[in-house]
């Protein structure tokens, strides 16, 4: 029997891990996406000045 409760809570620590390594890249990409959008942003101020200055 309590070989039967060591496997098991090997086998919950191992899904715990798992889970919690999902969690974190999943947290990761999602803060990578966030920040490639920021940095792509540019305000409609900016945007008029730089199409001004293309065009003169």
């Known amino acids: 029997m309590k070989k039967a409760l060591k496997i098991i809570a090997i086998i919950v620590a191992i899904a715990a891990a ?5 969690v974190v890249v999943t947290k990761l990409i999602n803060k990578k996406q966030n920040t490639t959008d920021e940095e792509n942003y540019v305000s409609c101020s900016c945007e008029e000045e730089f199409t001004s200055e293309t065009i003169a």
């Open 18 to 22: 798992i889970a919690g390594i999902y």
